[in-house]
């Protein structure tokens, strides 16, 4: 059994920054993949990064250039910077792993961003 637990999250202004952690805890075997998803009210759940074991990374569209998604292998610890937020990153941020053995999920942090 794996657990996530996700930190960060709270009210910044537009234009500020936040960084989001997510401390995994447990079996932590054939990892494959970590990420960040989001859920803004009345919406889907969507991706916004992701990072393999060899350290490739990918982003939504939407906030490359703006966000970056780092990992601390010796801390099972998987970061998200967002630098210049908009009021349309306004979400739950949910951390994501992804093992040969399946997948897990964190409770979520609020990440939200006045105009």
């Known amino acids: 059994q794996v657990q996530l637990v996700e930190s960060g999250g709270g009210l910044v202004q537009a234009g500020g920054s936040l960084r989001l952690s997510c401390a995994a805890s447990?079996?932590?075997?054939?990892?494959?993949?970590m990420g960040w998803y989001r859920q803004a009210p009345g919406k889907q759940r969507e991706v916004v990064a992701i990072i393999t074991t060899d350290d490739n990374t990918d982003y939504t569209d939407s906030v490359k250039g703006r966000f970056t998604i780092s990992r601390d292998n010796a801390k099972n610890t998987v970061y998200l910077q967002m630098n210049s937020l908009r009021p349309e990153d306004t979400a739950v941020y949910y951390c994501n792993i992804v093992m040969a053995v399946g997948t897990y999920w964190g409770q979520g942090t609020q990440v939200t961003v006045s105009s």
């Open positions: 447990g079996s932590m075997r054939s990892v494959i993949a």
